[in-house]
């Protein structure tokens, strides 16, 4: 029988949220928050050593910064983007060789390296991400996740259910929608909130993956203010701080710039900082996307991410949409009580799972636990 298009419309209510933060990534060899700045400024990696924006930002944290690289002492991230940041709100600059407009550059630069440091781990295969779709197509597909990962390592790991059982929903607005001729050379992305052509022996759902801190496959211009979505193309060029694309099967390079209007694209991944500015319009309408979930599922799951005091809109986000009925569970391997007040300040209503996440994918009981 010929294909036929639907509405693959959600449920007014929701029966479970995932929030996953670095824990879940990590096992895959992502680095997590404390380790980024040790990989930026320590030397053990040649393609930031060699290049000109691993030397610039190299050189400033030296002259800014104390650390002892044999005792694996460092500043903490937020720390220097918060340092940073002082000076670009104040509008002042620190010293001639560090004006304003050398500082507003240097965060760019930092931003970009951590977006190398992540991605280094991100070409390879997730089975524990695998485990986890798993799960959730086996147990419940009334189901949405909210990622503070910058990694594509979830989405990579969607492979097996594309299309014959889901679709993928950034809850954003995205270029690849637009089967414009300037976006030819690029990949188009079917839109989940568009009617789907299925075969009748199927029935795929959307599944709608909120990537709060932004996403590596996320490409931003700020002339037509629109989202390039490149699935497998994440690639930076640390001496000209351009994107990388690639042809096939020529391989050949080429640096990315909109289609639409020539602009040079910019990251969209938020840093992080004490002071993270959340009045982007993409990360603005993730905020608002992620709310009505919270608002509307009955559970939340956290996985490997510890309410940290940088993250203070996170927590506003979760509070202002608890309500005494939610249960959450929060799955984390550390047993802290610094960790359970952080999670108790949301609400009472919390229970805690002293597992990883490659034990969690892996433990019938719990999984069945969480979906009951």
């Given amino acids: 029988m010929s294909p036929t298009e639907k509405f693959l419309r959600y449920s007014t209510n929701r029966d479970v949220v995932f929030v996953l933060g670095a824990g879940a990534s990590h096992p895959d060899g ?8 040790p990989m930026i400024i320590s030397g053990g990696i040649n393609e930031i050593e060699n290049s000109e924006i691993g030397r610039i930002v190299t050189e400033f944290i030296k002259d800014n910064f104390e650390y002892n ?8 991230l937020e720390a220097v983007f918060g340092f940073i940041d002082y000076f670009i709100q104040q509008n002042e600059s620190l010293s001639s060789k560090y004006t304003n407009e050398k500082i507003r550059d240097i965060k760019e630069y930092l931003i970009k390296l951590i977006h190398y440091v992540v991605n280094i781990q991100t070409d390879k295969r997730s089975h524990y991400y695998h485990l986890f779709w798993k799960t959730i197509q086996k147990n419940n597909s009334n189901t949405s996740i909210i990622t503070l990962n910058y990694d594509t390592l979830l989405e990579q790991a969607f492979d097996f259910l594309f299309k014959n059982h889901g679709y993928i929903d950034y809850c954003i607005p995205l270029m690849n929608y637009e089967r414009l001729p300037e976006l030819r050379n690029f990949n188009f992305w079917i839109n989940p909130r568009e009617p789907v052509s299925i075969d009748n022996d199927n029935n795929p ?12 496959n996320w490409k931003y211009c700020k002339c037509c203010n629109q989202t390039l979505l490149t699935p497998w193309d994440r690639m930076i060029d640390l001496n000209k701080g351009k994107f990388l694309g690639y042809t096939y099967p020529e391989n050949k390079e080429y640096e990315f710039l909109c289609p639409i209007d020539g602009t040079e694209f910019q990251t969209l991944i938020m840093p992080p900082t004490y002071l993270k500015t959340i009045h982007h319009p993409l990360i603005s309408q993730l905020m608002a996307e992620a709310s009505r979930e919270i608002r509307a599922t009955k559970k939340i799951v956290f996985i490997g991410y510890s309410l940290s005091s940088s993250d203070v809109h996170i927590k506003a986000l979760f509070k202002k949409q608890m309500t005494p009925e939610k249960e959450l569970i929060v799955i984390n391997p550390k047993q802290k009580e610094s960790l359970e007040l952080n999670y108790k300040s949301l609400t009472p209503n919390v229970r805690f799972l002293y ?3 490659e034990e969690f994918v892996n433990d019938e009981v719990e999984i069945s636990s969480i979906f009951s």
């Fill in 205 to 216: 759902i959307s599944y709608k993956i909120i990537k709060l801190h932004g996403s590596l």
């Fill in 69 to 76: 690289q044999a005792t694996n002492q460092y500043p903490q």
């Fill in 355 to 357: 597992s990883s996440f």
């Fill in 30 to 37: 992502v680095p997590l928050q404390r380790d980024m700045l």
